[in-house]
C-alpha cells in the first residue's frame, strides 16, 4: 500500500488514505507520487486538493524495518506538512519546545533526565517523568518534573514531585 496526506490550505494534515501500490507505479514499475496524486483528485472529484506522500514505515527519519526513511514522519492527523524540509510534523507539544529537523522530532529546551530509575539492580521504582511548560515558563531552568513510581505499581512512600536540575532530582 501507499500512503497520501491529504492537506488543508495551511499544510496541516486532514486525512490519510492507503492506495494500491499500482496506482503509483508507472509502465516500468517505478513508485511515481504524481500518479498517486492524480489518482485521488480523481477519486476525491477535486483537482485543487493538496496530497503529499508519506510512509507508515518512518518516525523520526528512522525506517521502521531498516529501509529508507521518507519524509521524516508517518503522516496523521493534524499533523503539519513542512514543505521546506520535506517532514511531517506531529503537532507540537509545548511552546518552548524548538523542532530538531535531523531526527524530526521535538525537543525540549531542558535535557531529558539521564537518571530514569533507583539505580538498584534490580529497580525497585523508576521515576515517572514528565513536562511542566508552566514551571519552565516561569524559571527556564525548570521543567522535567518527577514523581517515583514502585515496579510493582504499589504505592510508593514518596509521593513528594521533584524537579530535574540537569544532573540530579530535587524535592
Same mark, same amino acid.
Given at each position: 500500500?501507499?500512503?497520501?496526506?491529504?492537506?488543508?490550505?495551511?499544510?496541516?494534515?486532514?486525512?490519510v488514505?492507503?492506495?494500491?501500490?499500482?496506482?503509483?507505479?508507472?509502465?516500468?514499475g *517505478?513508485?511515481q507520487?504524481?500518479?498517486?496524486?492524480? !489518482?485521488?483528485?480523481? #477519486?476525491?472529484?477535486?483537482?485543487?486538493? =493538496? &496530497? +503529499?506522500?508519506?510512509?507508515?514505515?518512518?518516525?523520526?527519519?528512522?525506517?521502521?524495518?531498516?529501509?529508507?526513511?521518507?519524509?521524516?514522519?508517518?503522516?496523521?492527523?493534524?499533523?503539519?506538512?513542512?514543505?521546506? *524540509?520535506?517532514?511531517?510534523?506531529?503537532?507540537?507539544? !509545548?511552546t518552548?519546545? #524548538?523542532?530538531?529537523?535531523?531526527?524530526? =522530532? &521535538? +525537543?525540549?529546551?531542558?535535557?531529558?533526565?539521564?537518571?530514569?530509575?533507583?539505580?538498584?539492580?534490580?529497580?525497585?521504582?523508576?521515576?515517572?517523568?514528565?513536562?511542566?511548560?508552566?514551571?519552565?515558563?516561569?524559571? *527556564?531552568?525548570?521543567?522535567?518534573?518527577?514523581?517515583?513510581?514502585?515496579?510493582?505499581?504499589?504505592d510508593?512512600?514518596?509521593?513528594?514531585?521533584?524537579?530535574?536540575?540537569?544532573?540530579?532530582?530535587?524535592?
Amino acid at each position: 500500500m501507499a500512503y497520501f496526506a491529504k492537506l488543508d490550505d495551511n499544510n496541516i494534515v486532514l486525512e490519510v488514505v492507503a492506495v494500491k501500490n499500482e496506482v503509483i507505479e508507472d509502465s516500468d514499475g *517505478n513508485e511515481q507520487e504524481s500518479l498517486g496524486i492524480t !489518482f485521488l483528485r480523481n #477519486l476525491y472529484n477535486d483537482q485543487s486538493i =493538496s &496530497w +503529499v506522500q508519506t510512509s507508515f514505515n518512518t518516525l523520526k527519519k528512522q525506517h521502521l524495518e531498516g529501509g529508507t526513511a521518507f519524509r521524516g514522519n508517518f503522516a496523521s492527523k493534524n499533523y503539519v506538512w513542512d514543505s521546506i *524540509n520535506k517532514i511531517f510534523w506531529q503537532p507540537q507539544p !509545548f511552546t518552548s519546545w #524548538l523542532k530538531d529537523n535531523a531526527t524530526a =522530532s &521535538w +525537543v525540549a529546551p531542558i535535557k531529558y533526565p539521564s537518571i530514569e530509575d533507583d539505580g538498584a539492580d534490580p529497580s525497585i521504582w523508576y521515576w515517572e517523568i514528565n513536562w511542566n511548560e508552566t514551571a519552565y515558563q516561569s524559571d *527556564n531552568t525548570k521543567g522535567w518534573e518527577g514523581t517515583k513510581i514502585n515496579l510493582d505499581r504499589s504505592d510508593n512512600s514518596d509521593t513528594k514531585t521533584y524537579d530535574w536540575n540537569g544532573t540530579s532530582w530535587v524535592a
